[in-house]
């Protein structure tokens, strides 16, 4: 394992106030949205849309790496550039989602557990060899009356430290992502409960799997309400109940932090980052950053609505959305910036 490699790849991921643009969507999730947006859902329109994405000007300069979905690391622009090329002539590092998507656990009902370890070696081989940098696994846990049961975060907390030994192995610094979703009517003491525990779970397992903490980065929900709780626990408690959670439970040695959006509005999403950053700036001993998919691109989505003629204010939306965020990465949100 080239340790120095993945250090190095994990720091430029985490560099200044940039974040990470999750553009991974599975095909069902991208059909999903396209669905809600009014989009056709062909992979042509899928193609589209990834080149708007990566094709927005100086994007660059607001994110340090893209997540990409398979079918995406395929394709090109119109003008017969692959994506990848783009991105890298852009300077942003590409990377793959390697999960194959969260499935029903056997016996466990209401939980998931990710699958996609079988030939995982093999296929980190073809994408190391396609230039892509940083990998991603999604682990899917569920609040509700009996769960999550510590069986399933252990399974879970399993597939992603086999899943980031792999990676490293191959040389490809592994995002591990543990989401605790936020669907549901549940307080945010009990998100806390839950995401303390998946968190202490997956770096016991992470540690057993010999997996190198400086080479990794971690991609946590926030510490939210449910989505349905009656009281919505405000910004700076969300940004406290976040950082305590964490500080708890990530080793030092973890580079990097960016958080998944998880179904939050965009402007919730880059306040409560924001919170953190101002309320605990020089305090915390990893970057703190964002890897959000549906709070940087949903505005953008939608105004394209699959148009041509849109693409363009589309693009600004897009990078506006993005800029924001590393505003709130320094710690200078503000709803005015919604404004301009
Ligand atoms: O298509 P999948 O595998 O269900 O993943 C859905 C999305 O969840 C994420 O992990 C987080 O996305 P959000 O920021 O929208 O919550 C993305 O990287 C991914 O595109």
């Given amino acids: 394992m080239d340790k120095q490699a993945l250090k190095e790849t994990a720091q430029k991921l985490m560099a200044g106030d940039k974040g990470l643009l999750a553009m991974d969507e599975s095909v069902a999730t991208c059909n999903k949205r396209f669905a809600e947006a009014g989009i056709p859902q062909t992979i042509e329109y899928r193609r589209k849309y990834r080149e708007l994405i990566v094709t927005t000007p100086k994007l660059g300069e607001c994110i340090s790496g893209a997540i990409l979905f398979d079918e ?17 002539k852009g300077g942003i590092i590409p990377g793959i989602k390697l999960d194959e998507g969260a499935k029903d656990q056997p016996a466990f009902p209401g939980e998931k557990i990710t699958e996609g370890l079988d030939g995982l070696r093999e296929r980190l081989k073809d994408y190391a060899a396609a230039g892509l940098k940083f990998a991603k696994w999604r682990a899917v846990i569920t609040i509700a009356a009996d769960i999550p049961t510590d069986a399933n975060i252990y399974a879970n907390a399993h597939a992603l430290a086999r899943y980031a030994a792999l990676c490293q192995e191959a040389g490809v610094v592994p995002i591990v992502e543990p989401e605790v979703l936020m669907d549901g009517d549940h307080t945010i003491e009990r998100c806390f409960e839950v995401t303390q525990r998946v968190l202490h779970i997956v770096f016991e ?3 057993a799997q010999r997996v190198y903490l400086e080479g990794m980065i971690l991609k946590p929900n926030m510490v939210l309400s449910g989505l349905n709780a009656v009281v919505q626990a405000d910004v700076d408690t969300v940004a406290d109940e976040t950082v305590k959670c964490l500080l708890r439970c990530v080793p030092a040695a973890v580079p990097g932090v960016a958080f998944l959006s998880g179904g939050q509005s965009a402007q919730d999403a880059s306040a409560h980052l924001s919170a953190m950053h101002s309320k605990y700036k020089n305090k915390l001993p990893w970057a ?45 949100y503000s709803p005015e910036l919604e404004k301009e």
């Fill in 288 to 332: 703190l950053t964002f890897s959000f998919a549906r709070a940087v691109q949903q505005p953008a989505m939608e105004y394209w609505a699959g148009k041509d003629e849109n693409v363009a204010v589309a693009q600004q939306l897009l990078y506006k959305r993005a800029s924001i965020n590393n505003a709130a990465r320094r710690g200078e």
């Fill in 72 to 88: 995406t690391t395929k394709q090109s622009a119109a003008d017969g550039t692959s994506f990848i090329d783009l991105l890298v």
């Fill in 205 to 207: 397992v992470l540690i």
